[in-house]
């Protein structure tokens, strides 16, 4: 040995650990992976639903307009024609490949409830009679606000051809007793 070499400059240098790894994850990671996938399933399914339903969002914003048109001219004839054609319009994008879109009359109104889950909203009312008979009429008068009103909940409510529509309820037989 040397006399001059110091006895520190013998000893090997520190040997470092190897650098953590990413792999394999801890498990904190593979739940915020998991969260992670979960909320883009969730927004994935909420976006396609809100464009699915954007024809709704502009059939109520049109009805809004039509309405409000209505309050400044007070025309119940143009009043019930806009409707009907809103209507009209919103069947054929609900239904593009059922609708009929040359149906007519009772037919018109009753396929307007059939689509709708709704019982307590009917057009087969009065007021939604309107539609039927007020626009042929020299001076209609008509309830634009109950119509307003059953359109926009319609508008709101009505199943689309993505959606189940309600089963139809069976008609009871009547059974007449035999008296004597």
């Keep these: 040995m040397q006399p001059n070499q110091s006895p520190l400059d013998q000893l090997a240098d520190i040997h470092l650990p190897d650098s953590v790894s990413w792999w394999p994850l801890a ?6 992976l998991a969260l992670l996938a979960v909320a883009l399933i969730f927004i994935f399914l909420w976006r396609r ?3 699915q339903n954007h024809y709704r969002t502009l059939a109520q914003q049109e009805l809004e307009n ?3 048109h209505y309050q400044h001219t007070k025309n119940a004839t ?3 024609h806009e409707i009907s ?4 319009r919103t069947a ?3 239904h593009p490949k059922t609708f009929n879109a040359s149906i007519k009359g009772k037919a018109w109104l009753e396929w307007l409830d059939r689509v709708c889950p709704n019982p307590a909203m009917q057009f087969n009312s009065a007021v939604g009679e309107q539609l039927l008979t007020a626009s042929y009429q020299k001076d209609p008068q008509v309830d634009a606000t109950a119509l307003y009103h059953l359109c926009r909940a319609w508008l709101l409510q009505h199943r689309n051809y993505r959606q189940k529509l309600p089963a139809p309820k ?3 037989a009547v059974v ?5």
């Excluded at 054609?85 to 009209?88: A, E, P």
């Excluded at 007449?176 to 004597?180: F, L, S």
């Design 176 to 180: 007449e007793a035999n008296h004597v």
């Design 49 to 51: 639903r809100l464009t």
């Design 27 to 32: 498990p904190g990671w593979w739940a915020i």
């Design 170 to 172: 069976p008609v009871k």
């Design 85 to 88: 054609v809103l209507l009209r």
């Design 66 to 68: 039509i309405y409000s």
């Design 78 to 80: 143009a009043f019930l």
């Design 92 to 94: 054929l994008t609900a």
